[in-house]
């Protein structure tokens, strides 16, 4: 609970979270403009892009496929048929184009954004075990850890010094903590700190509501009394069941991660959807999950953006069990950012992934739909504990941005513009 009398509206510096709508309307505003000005074909762009790509559609043979993407192209809602179309026969080049177009009625200038922040994992306990998880330990195991609040301070003092504007704060679903726990951490980090907390996951706040006795809707209500600003969308992996209950027995079935984030929508807690692929998936099974987000968020608009990443396997059972499985290649995935950016026509941002895929394939990205590069994170843990580990740091990221051809800026969680560089800007400010 919290102290009495002190509530994080006395933390230094604070601002009120915005409301859903208004995060997301601002760039619902600009994909509407974007749309009406053109409704053909042949009115709609007159770039050089522009042209190359209705040569390409024009001249593709397949009829079905042709048509799929006119309609993509003028920036129509495709059907689940029609992206599994795309996915698996519309070739890379095409899909990026298109996925460029889609991407430029939500942000038409010309800019990729990214994020300095921090993951802190504040335990590794976790209850579920997932096959594709290399993170968590039982609970006695000799290198378990519940990170003391003191500490977690520590590495938000050093996160905003180093210019930080929030943390992602995760663990695993640990039985011992129940909300006290998060209560009494979070009013500390908010009565010490101006940062953005964006924390836990469905699977935490369903083991926090269960371990406490309490509804999710009286669970989530605490929590953002607390200080809770968003919630990641961790944990969603793929959203059907044949895929997720055979990789993770004890998590719920898929609407139950629907469920969870409509009530953290109708508490304005705004949140992020999330994709893990690459792990016995099929393409039909991505298209499903990307139709249920987007109906999600037809019904309460509360994601404001779309990251995807791919399976990291080493240390995992899900590996262990299945000693074939293949990487996802760096076409695959881009062809599903592409992908998500069409279908995904009522949430703003699209998040490439360079922490899975690494810088060059991220960078890629932002021609094939990504509009953002996420966060430059100070600490990392879990993809490192699959064995994946890139490092970029601020001039790292800021480079990349401006080699692919965009303007780097620096925002904050809600996509807010703290600083603009320059393409040509010299790096000596960064960190
Ligand atoms: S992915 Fe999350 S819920 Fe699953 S085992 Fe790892 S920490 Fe636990």
Redesign the pocket.
């Known amino acids: 609970m919290l102290e009495q009398g002190v509530t994080n509206r006395g933390a230094p510096g604070f601002r009120p979270a915005p409301r859903l709508s208004e995060i997301n309307q601002r760039f619902v505003d600009k994909n509407q403009v974007s749309k009406t000005e053109g409704s053909s074909l042949a009115r709609a762009g007159t770039s050089l892009r522009d042209r190359l790509l209705q040569q390409n559609i024009e001249t593709t043979p397949d009829a079905e496929l042709r048509k799929t993407l006119q309609k993509a192209y003028l920036g129509e809602r495709l059907s689940a048929a029609e992206g599994l179309l795309l996915l698996n026969r519309a070739d890379l080049l095409t899909l990026g184009g298109l996925a460029t177009r889609a991407k430029e009625r939500f942000h038409p200038e010309h800019a990729v954004t990214y994020l300095l922040d921090r993951n802190i994992n504040y335990t590794?306990v976790?209850?579920?075990?997932?096959d594709?998880?290399?993170?968590?330990r039982r609970e006695g195991e000799s290198d378990a850890y519940v990170l003391k609040n003191e500490v977690i301070f520590e590495k938000i003092a050093e996160t905003i010094a180093a210019g930080g504007t929030g943390v992602l704060m995760?663990?695993?679903?640990n039985p011992k903590l129940k909300i006290d726990y998060y209560e009494d951490l979070f009013q500390g980090i908010k009565s010490r700190f101006d940062i953005h907390l964006h924390a836990l996951?469905v699977?935490?706040v369903e083991g926090i509501a269960r371990v406490s006795r309490l509804s999710l809707d009286e669970t989530l209500e605490r929590l953002k009394a607390a200080g809770l600003d968003s919630i990641p969308g961790?944990?969603a992996?793929i959203l059907v069941d044949e895929i997720r209950l055979d990789q993770?027995p004890?998590?719920r079935h898929s609407h139950r991660w629907i469920d969870v984030m409509k009530i953290a929508h109708a508490h304005d807690l705004p949140t992020t959807a999330t994709m893990m692929f690459g792990a016995l998936e099929k393409p039909e099974h991505i298209i499903d999950h990307i139709c249920k987000i987007r109906d999600a968020q037809d019904e309460t608009s509360g994601f404001y953006a779309f990251i995807m990443w791919t399976f990291q396997g080493e240390n995992t059972e899900l590996l262990e069990k299945h000693p074939d499985l293949k990487e996802t290649s760096a076409v695959d995935y881009l062809k599903v950012v592409a992908v998500s950016r069409l279908m995904m026509d009522n949430i703003p941002n699209i998040q490439g992934s360079w922490v899975t895929m690494g810088p060059k394939v991220g960078q890629t990205s932002l021609h094939f739909g990504a509009n953002d590069m996420g966060s430059i994170m100070m600490e990392e843990n879990?993809v490192s504990a699959a064995g994946t580990s890139h490092e970029l740091g601020r001039n790292g990221m800021i480079n990349l941005i401006r080699r692919a051809g965009f303007r780097p800026l620096q925002r904050d969680a809600y996509y807010n513009i703290l600083q603009r560089h320059e393409l040509s800007e010299p790096t000596e400010t960064a960190h």
């Not at 995760?170 to 679903?173: L, Y």
């Open positions: 590794n976790c209850r579920i075990g997932c594709f998880c290399a993170f968590y995760q663990g695993g679903v996951s699977i935490e961790a944990g992996e993770s004890v998590k879990v």
